[in-house]
């Protein structure tokens, strides 16, 4: 194999966007999905723990230091793998009693480089959806935690080969990080339980790239499973234990004799941390992640929820090329496209499928999805919708990026995501004894005498029903879905709703009743 040097200090890039033409299909789904958008919103008729943001404040604990393992991202200036510190910030729900509360691991967005090395606006714990959906599941009553994982790979290599050989490694440390990121809270919850969670009930959750090492790490049983013909060259398996270490990073690796020639005789790859204690999680949450081969499927994996743009340019949703655009290519990946109806076929979905989730939203994605359980394909030309950061230049670099910053857009994706997420976690880690959404029958206007007046409205705007119908929750949303207006606990059956900068157009009151959900269309002028 030829010599390969990770080379990313001071190299720079940028993604080039690669704009995709869509197919009638595509355009006629996108329809589907945009008139019922408004209709699959995130109202419920009581607070439920898990199920809605039951709390209102979240403690956070930064900076908490949950391994140190070796990195490669500096190996061209030092010569050697050194030792990483890997830290996590911990979401806690503000106020609560329960001591034993569930656990979301949040593995962060970024291609496995630094932000100075993909462009800048991901690849960090702190980028802002990271934090957004952490705080969010605190509110909820679980426990998140955000963390680190080692990056470092070489998408610029001149060779395939060499590109592939990085890749596949970041993806294996990336693996093995997450289970010692699982290991230390399993240590710490036989040990005091400093943060209170049931060890029992852990979700893996990934965004992008992080979403491909949740996938990964949930069904990579051995090393083994990497040893087939894309990830194989005459030299022998591109990942091997001597070297990296054993798939959970409890074992120690180096590079005895120096046999693989571009690391130093004696380095080491892989330092065990908090071995004796599992690595087993019950459930995984895979924002566009990819897997590296069908062939790690087994019927006895845990249940995977996957969200994916089934046009994704970066990370496919079917099979094909993990690739760089426009011609950075690596290895044929599988995406949740490709994955999730083989997940279906061999049971592993058998929790949630009889959980008999009838809610509108779950009816809406097996519409989109052709009857599979446990995944939302997002339509559009985003290929990360939920994607935001806490600035156009969240990393300070001497270009700036000119990064996504929060939008209702950006919030109408995350509360479909979490929406979809919580009674399929209920069911899989088992947080009550019934797991549907509540809340969810639509009712006719007519049945609960909802009216706007006046409709069309040129100013400010009455919503009413009859007396005997109390209006709890009210959400404006417009054409394409996203949420503009929101008032909670009205708990009335009159109610005024301000024009305030809502532009002319058409847009729908849906609100919320003990009893259901039902919806007015409005015109403003």
Known sequence: MAMIFIKLVGVKFKFVLVQTKKTILMKKLALVLFFVSYALVCLTAQNRRYF??????????????????????????????????????????????????????????????????????????????????????????????????????NPIASTQTERIYTLINALYRGVQDSRTCIRFFRKDAANGNKYDINSDKITLWGIGSGGAIAVNSALLDTISDTYIPKFITGQGPMVQEFLNGDVNGTKVGYNVGGAVPFYPAGDTLCYPNHPGYSSEFSLTVNLSGVLIDTSLIDPDENPIISFHNPTDIYS?????????????????????????????????????????????????????NGNIEGFYPFLGNDSSPWSFASSSNPYGLANDPG???????????????????????????????????????????????????????????????????????????????????????????????????????????????????????????
């Open 316 to 368: 496919p949703c079917g099979t094909n090329l993990f690739s760089i655009p426009p011609i950075f290519s690596t290895f044929e990946t599988f995406g949740s496209c490709t994955f999730q109806p083989l997940l279906n076929a061999a049971g592993t979905q058998g929790l949630i499928i009889n959980a008999n989730l009838t809610d509108p939203l779950s009816l809406q994605s097996r519409t989109l």
């Open 52 to 153: 809605d943001e039951v709390f209102s404040e979240v403690k956070v604990t930064a900076d908490i230091n949950y391994a140190v393992n070796a990195t490669v991202l500096y190996l061209f200036p030092q010569g050697e793998a050194v030792p990483e510190q890997l830290n996590l910030d911990v979401y806690e729900p503000e106020g609560d009693t329960e001591t034993l509360r569930p656990l979301v691991i949040i593995l962060h967005d970024g291609n496995l480089l630094p932000p100075e090395v993909n462009g800048g606006c991901t690849g960090t714990r702190k980028d802002a959806d990271n934090i957004e959906i952490a705080t969010r599941l605190a509110k909820m009553g679980y426990v998140a935690a955000v963390a680190d994982y080692r990056l470092g790979w």
């Open 403 to 525: 990064c996504e910053t929060l939008s209702p857009a950006h919030t109408a994706y995350i509360d479909t995501i979490l929406r979809y997420f919580a009674p399929r976690a209920c069911a899989v880690l088992g947080l009550s004894a019934d797991c549907a959404l509540v809340g969810t029958k639509d009712l006719n206007p007519a049945q609960v005498g909802l009216s706007a007046i006046p409709n069309p409205s040129a100013s400010d705007f009455i919503l009413k029903s009859d007396a005997q119908f109390v209006m709890q929750n009210i959400e404006i949303v417009n054409l394409a879905g996203q949420r503009v207006a929101y008032f909670e606990n009205v708990n009335n059956n009159v109610f005024e709703v301000k024009r305030s900068n809502l532009a002319p157009g058409v847009y729908f009151a849906r609100v919320l009743f003990k009893e259901g959900i039902s919806t007015q269309k409005l015109i403003l002028h």
